[in-house]
């Protein structure tokens, strides 16, 4: 059986399987009925995704299911059960939220408990590697974090998510094989599904929910509501064991009945009495745990959802209680501990179409709703219909998005790809519905994640098989915007360019505790070549690891030290700026220029984005702190860091251990400290050698007195493979960082600023950056690079002419004056009332204006947000209306 059939050969045996089939209750149902078979079948045959998905579907399973023909106690025997008789509990007693002693003795084995609520460093070995029948739960593991990845044995009461991950690989391989099953009929997938099922089953049956008697949980457990555990966890969000269960049962239905477990014989008992039985609990427990609020309302509703749908209905049941009684629990009502869906589209914000939580909880929320929305559709239930915040929720999450398709890193996450199953299901729903239009733009978001590798739909899971659609004609471009901006969030992105090549991007966000998010305190991060080079570290492995504060905290971001953390941030100003009431921007002053000037109490932050050409660009990062001791914060990707001076010297940097952890106690996690005492101009520069050819960022800095530089290697960046060019800065490898303390100086009168430029060997552009004038309240810089020359001036005393050098003048928040080959280029003026360099000018009418002049093939063009007067060389000035790219003759 280990060879994959030819699909065409189950053609002619639909006849014979629709006599076969049983047809004393009306399962299959979760997804299919045995009429769809047919249909699904066909979809295997002529999409190519989808057969490629069915083949990947039995080169995983074959191997099991062929071994448990000769062998059927192999892949039971790797399930973790209490399995000594004696110690198989029925009842397990939580203490500090880790699981604590058992009591009772079932007649089959039960189910083992997870050992632990907090995470671990380890992840299982392979299968085959595994103890069978482990009496003491003590699980072989192999670490995450080390280089060393040899199997060490995990004590039960330390094994963290293993014991629920072990189980939950093979609930579903027994899940894909009763799928094998409803396709082909062949009754080795069917036999291998329900020895799983049985033990599973039975082995959960006989167990009472925990009981945490201190409550340090939360709540008492067993079956009382409040607290957070599940019925079969310490999280009622990690109670999903139900899910691949719910599905086996649904497709094995007939078979189970048809081949009963001995066992129901001595307790006088039908399959569907303790599948009942046990999905009741599940249900039961599932909706009094957890709260209402927030990823944890939805991500119950995801476990249980399966479980409400294979029940029967409810005039079955002697207490009534079938699939009717439940499902208005989530399509409805809302209680104490739990809210349905109502309430659930109702925390969407309307404005943006994102959820209140940190990218990574947020961005699965609306899959989740949608998969559940399918499945009630199955079942006759619309849910979808009359909600337009799910296609808004989804295509939202569109601005979280680099141009590789990651997500950004900010607040509890990882980052990584998006979620395509969102975009898939709102193809298969408006596929179904009829909604070509939508369908269209949904098919344009998963063809171009096809096409930039973050996306494979030849991998897809079983039921996507059934569910996904063909993709229609669409577009090929995504919707893009030039900023985002989301005021729950405190977080901005600015972009020039969307591609992996020559994109250019920063995010720039404040701080705010809870909801996922984080203490960021005006932390900034850029992009070059697709890629996060100036990241937010998030390579944690749970909120329990030591490590977990610098990571979540302010000291695993792009900032300055001590000072504001969180609370309110005030938008100084942004262009381009978003709509009021939008996510987004709907205009574009100048194609060259962007920035954002953010406040929080004593900080101020303006970061801008200047390109040069279509290729290079760079970012410039002015960071003011009215206090008079700041640490300014840098993490870059990078084999190594080297400093060195304007002449290009290499600085000699000592060996030290002074860093100290005065400003704040993460700063332990800072390892070989180096150090020199400098006030210059200097540059460092970040290698990443392990890319061809190899990227660099490089930092000018321009010098201020009371300087000391120090060099450290900060934690590692990520613990993902995708996030970083070749894994570089990974666990356990750790990320250069710079660190600029100013002692004794005033941040706000002298400020940190920096400009950044990253590129390709061979590509650098920027050859020279110098201070123009000496200001206390306005900077101003000149930067020469092979494309064009440019003087950018940054005030915050708007109501002021400054005056930096000869012809040039100033009045505002930024000013850009740009010349390619000596002559105009361009002037950029950012909510400000002056801009004059020479003969070109800008000025404001009335109010601030943000505003462009650019000369383009013999001809000017200008933008502005306001009426605006212009001078051109030596023509007199000018009152123009507020318009964008238009033409001046």
């Known amino acids: 059986m280990t060879a994959i059939r030819p699909i065409t050969l189950f053609f002619s045996l639909i006849v014979a399987i629709a006599i076969q089939a049983q047809k004393a209750s009306d399962h299959p149902r979760l997804l299919v009925a045995d009429g769809d078979r047919e249909e699904v079948l066909a979809k295997i045959e002529t999409e190519p995704w989808a057969k490629a998905s069915w083949h990947m579907l039995l080169e995983e399973i074959n191997p099991y299911v062929d071994l448990h023909v000769t062998d059927p106690e192999w892949i039971v025997s790797r399930l973790a059960m209490y399995w000594k008789d004696g110690e198989r509990y029925t009842q397990c007693y939580i203490k500090g939220q880790d699981w604590n002693y058992g009591e009772g003795n079932a007649p089959v084995p039960t189910v083992r408990l997870p050992g632990m609520r907090k995470w671990n460093d380890y992840v299982n070995v392979p299968l085959e590697d595994r103890i069978p029948y482990n009496e003491t739960g003590d699980m072989l593991g192999i670490s995450r974090s080390s280089a060393d990845k040899t199997p060490v044995k995990i004590p039960y009461k330390e094994t963290g998510h293993m014991i629920r991950a072990n189980n939950m690989e093979i609930l579903k391989l027994a899940e894909k094989s009763a799928f094998a099953y409803f ?117 119950r509703y995801k476990n249980i959802i399966g479980s409400m749908l294979v029940l029967e209905s409810n005039e079955f049941y002697e207490d009534g209680k079938g699939r009717e009684y439940y499902i208005p629990f989530y399509t409805e009502k809302s209680g104490d501990h739990y809210a349905g869906l109502p309430e659930i ?52 999450n569109l601005g979280w998005l680099d141009a590789r398709g990651n997500l950004v890193v900010f607040g509890d996450m990882r980052g990584g790809a998006f979620n395509m199953s969102a975009f898939e299901a709102l193809l298969t729903y408006s596929t179904w519905t009829g909604d070509t239009k939508t369908a269209k733009t949904m098919a344009t978001v998963i063809k171009k994640n096809m096409e930039n590798g973050q996306y494979d739909r030849n991998g897809s899971h079983w039921r996507d098989i059934i569910l996904n ?67 937010d570290a998030s390579a944690y492995e749970s909120y329990w690891s030591p490590d977990a504060g610098y990571h979540r905290g302010i000291t695993g971001s792009n900032t300055i030290i001590p000072g504001y953390k969180s609370g309110e941030i005030t938008v100084n100003a942004m262009d381009p700026k978003t709509a009021d009431n939008g996510f987004y921007n709907t205009e574009v002053t100048s194609e060259l220029v962007s920035f954002a000037d953010v406040s929080a109490e004593e900080k101020r932050r303006v970061v801008a984005m200047v390109r040069t050409s279509e290729s290079s660009g760079y970012y410039v990062d002015i960071f003011r702190s009215d206090q008079d001791d700041s640490d300014y914060l840098h993490h870059n990707l990078g084999n190594a860091v080297t400093l060195k001076d304007a002449s290009d010297q290499e600085l000699s940097l000592m060996a030290v251990n002074d860093l100290g952890t005065a400003h704040n106690k993460h700063y332990s996690f800072f390892e070989n400290q180096r150090k020199v005492e400098y006030d ?210």
């Not at 949980?217 to 139900?242: F, L």
């Not at 003087?791 to 930024?814: H, M, Q, R």
């Open 183 to 299: 396709i082909t009929q062949e009754e080795e997938y069917a036999k291998f599904s329900a020895d799983i099922f049985w033990f599973w089953i039975l082995g959960t049956y006989y167990m009472n929910p925990p009981l945490d008697l201190e409550e340090s949980t939360g709540g008492q457990g067993g079956y009382e509501p409040g607290g957070i555990m599940g019925y079969y966890d310490y999280e009622v969000i990690h109670d999903d064991r139900q899910i691949p269960m719910a599905a086996t049962y649904d497709f094995l239905y007939d078979y189970l009945n048809a081949h009963p477990h001995e066992h129901l014989k001595e307790i006088n008992k039908k399959t569907v009495d303790v599948a009942s039985e046990v999905f009741k609990r599940f249900i039961e427990i599932g909706l009094v745990r957890g709260g209402k609020k927030g990823n944890w309302n939805v991500n």
């Open 345 to 396: 589209m109702a925390n969407y914000n309307t404005e943006t179409g994102l959820w209140p939580e940190s990218p990574g909880y947020a961005s699965g929320m609306i899959p989740t709703v949608l998969d559940m929305g399918l499945l009630l559709y199955k079942s006759g239930m619309n849910t979808l219909a009359g909600n337009p915040i799910i296609e808004k929720a989804a295509l939202a």
């Open 469 to 535: 659609q063909t993709l229609p004609e669409s577009g090929s471009e995504l919707p893009y915007h030039r900023s985002a901006y989301s005021k729950f969030h405190r977080h901005m992105i600015l972009r020039n360019g969307n591609d992996e090549e020559n994109g250019l991007m920063f995010t720039l966000y404040g701080g705010r505790q809870k909801s996922h998010l984080a203490e960021n305190g005006l932390a900034f991060q850029f992009y070059g070549k697709g890629w996060a080079l100036a990241p």
């Open 680 to 889: 210059r101009d200097f540059n460092a520069t970040w290698d990443i050698n392990s890319v061809s050819p190899a990227l660099h960022v490089n930092l000018w800095m321009m010098g201020q007195d009371n300087r000391e530089l120090y060099v450290v290697d900060a934690p590692p960046t990520t613990l993902r493979e995708d996030i970083t060019p070749k894994q570089i800065n990974r666990s356990p490898e750790t990320t250069p960082t710079l660190i600029v303390r100013q002692n004794g100086l005033n941040g706000k009168a002298h400020p940190f600023v920096s400009v950044f430029e990253p590129y390709a060997t061979g590509e650098k552009s920027i050859e020279k950056i110098t201070k123009v004038g000496d200001f206390g309240d306005m900077v101003s810089l000149k930067v020469t690079s092979t494309h064009s020359t440019q003087v950018i001036c940054n005030s915050i005393d708007g109501n002021k002419v400054y005056k930096p050098a000869k012809n040039l003048k100033f009045k505002g928040t930024l000013g850009v004056t740009s010349k390619k080959n000596g002559k105009f280029d361009y002037l950029y003026l950012g909510k400000g009332k002056l801009l004059q360099n020479g003969k070109y000018k800008i000025e404001a009418v009335n109010e601030a204006v943000s505003a462009a002049l650019r000369f383009e093939d013999g001809k000017y063009y200008y933008s502005s947000d306001k009426p605006v007067i212009i001078q051109i060389n030596k023509k007199g000035a000018k009152e123009y209306p507020a318009g964008y790219n238009l033409e001046i003759k």
